[in-house]
DNA sequence: TTGCATGCCTAACGGTCGTTAGGTAAGTTG
DNA sequence: CAACTTACCTAACGACCGTTAGGCATGCAA
């Protein structure tokens, strides 16, 4: 439910509620499926009072993106800031932080990871560096846990940390935050990452 | 490269070029991103023209995605018929069979698991039923598994085969073929299913 | 040879898209 | 009070969308 706002009311925040819906309408229905028209009409205001805050629908998507980015990145640190933790817990605290950037914190991280692959190649490739400063993130916390004899070395040639990604970006499509707990799913990601499901692993060729 | 095709050429199989042309191009741009006309371009016809094999983009869709998840039941069922394989190699035969269905029988299960979810609520009802048949299989083989003493319990709550999903399905956006084998690929997943990447997975609480 | 189904075509329909031009009311600043 | 900025508006542009109506060659059947 969104209130329309009288003019008394409105600011510069105008923009972040413009991104707001915006972001929820491409999450649900993919770049091309949310138009400007339906935006504005959720916020409030006519589809060409938009261009005051962006320039085009391509800048209003890299914007999106781009904080969906933040937001992981946000969890991402705050999550290293919790110190004195075991390897396992240190995984498992990260894999909380980015599902919490998917669930808790808006709908910029889950719109980037269902629709960015919708969108114009010129939104893609701006929104690519950031991408792949989160990513280094991962990469970095992966190597730390090899070089302390944590993971196996295997886990450093990137194939798995992309299998971790998938798991928790796909959630989106299933995980009902009403009927789950995110800790419980995190806790079961990062057991599957961590050990496995066989009850005698060494079975295995 | 699609060649244009002469009257004397074209049979009943100009349905089937029309799905090929247009899984592709729903798999790369989105349901929305795919018009009747760029389809109908690619097939080197008109776009009403399509309407004579299908009675709406609806029921195109629907083709698609259907014959996607049947791509996908018939390498599960070619994978079952593997017999006397160990509990691991059996769950390896089934990835790779996904994985073969994402990669190596044409665009259709590659495009209904990327843009099944921007489909129109009446496509996505039509083709649950399908869906659900191959869950179950999944389900089916986990369930054995566990029964068999292969894996934990906890493995047929179903959050895990839904990690092994997301991890499998989300790999058509980063994977390569030209770079790297199925088969590889397949041992990566079923290795992080079955035995995770911890050397010493008891220290995990 | 006539009749009919097949498989495509041209042409157009109403609708929606992103975008732009220009206007207007309110608040701020001199 | 006047000039200016802010944050919206109305109206319209050309382009594209899914879809429909109706026509036109080809090939087969009677």
Redesign the interface.
């Known amino acids: 439910m969104i209130v329309p706002i009288t003019p008394d009311h409105q600011e510069a925040d105008s923009r972040r509620r413009i991104m707001d819906v915006a972001a929820e309408l491409f999450l649900e ?5 949310g138009s400007l028209r339906q935006i504005a009409d959720l916020v409030g205001m006519k589809a060409s009072s938009i261009y005051y805050h962006f320039a085009s629908k391509n800048e209003l998507l890299v914007a999106i993106f781009e904080r969906g980015i933040a937001v992981m990145m946000d969890a991402f640190d705050e999550a290293a800031t919790d110190a004195e933790l ?4 240190r995984l498992a605290a990260h894999v909380r932080a980015h599902l919490g950037a998917l669930y808790e914190n808006g709908p910029y991280t889950a719109a980037h990871v ?1 629709a960015f ?2 969108a114009p190649p010129a939104v893609r490739e701006a929104v690519v560096p950031s991408r792949d400063r989160y990513e280094a993130m991962w990469t970095g916390l992966i190597a730390d846990l090899v070089a302390a ?4 070395a ?2 450093t040639d990137g ?2 940390r ?10 989106v ?2 995980f009902d935050v009403q009927r789950g707990t995110l800790d419980s ?1 995190a806790l ?18």
């Open positions: 229905r993919g770049v091309d499926g075991s390897d396992h817990q269902t692959r919708t004899g944590a993971l196996d295997q886990a194939v798995h992309l299998l971790l990604f998938g798991a928790m970006n796909t959630s499509e299933w799913l079961a990601m990062t057991q599957q990452f961590w050990s496995g499901l066989a009850l005698n692993p060494q079975e295995a060729a």
